[in-house]
């Protein structure tokens, strides 16, 4: 992640505690990589390294979020999604994936393989690609209030 996003992020949850998790450990990350059968792409990795689970425009879920996110884990997040999409056509990019958010309607936000963020939409059975990256997506829509 570039440093003026990253300065941007510690400056805006630095005033909002509730927003910010607990960092996530390397061992804490392992273990879900392991759980989940991915690896956790790069800028992933830093934001949750440093922030945890916290808001930034968005929730992004990691293992201890801010109490202002909620509690559930990006892996739980993941293995609720993969049992939901079982059997359907985005459960093959799903299983190779981690869901870091779920939108108001449900929708879970996931990033692939290739770094991709995307939102597999329940309801239409559709996908959209919202971001190359997190990094990416941050940028886009992450507002300091």
Request: charged share 25%; aromatic share 8%.
């Amino acid at each position: 992640m570039n440093d003026a996003l990253m300065q941007r992020l510690t400056h805006f949850l630095a005033k909002h505690e509730s927003l910010r998790g607990k960092p996530a450990l390397d061992e804490e990350i392992k273990v879900a990589e392991e759980k989940l059968n991915v690896k956790f792409r790069g800028d992933y990795k830093v934001f949750i390294k440093r922030f945890g689970g916290a808001y930034a425009g968005m929730p992004i879920h990691a293992f201890s979020n801010g109490s202002s996110i909620g509690k559930e884990t990006v892996v739980e997040l993941t293995l609720d999604a993969r049992a939901s999409y079982s059997g359907d056509a985005r459960s093959v990019e799903l299983n190779s994936s981690c869901v870091i958010s779920i939108t108001g309607t449900g929708d879970p936000i996931i990033i692939n393989p290739v770094g991709e963020v995307v939102v597999l939409y329940h309801d239409s059975d559709e996908r959209e690609v919202l971001a190359a990256s997190l990094e990416g997506l941050l940028q886009g829509v992450f507002v300091e209030w």
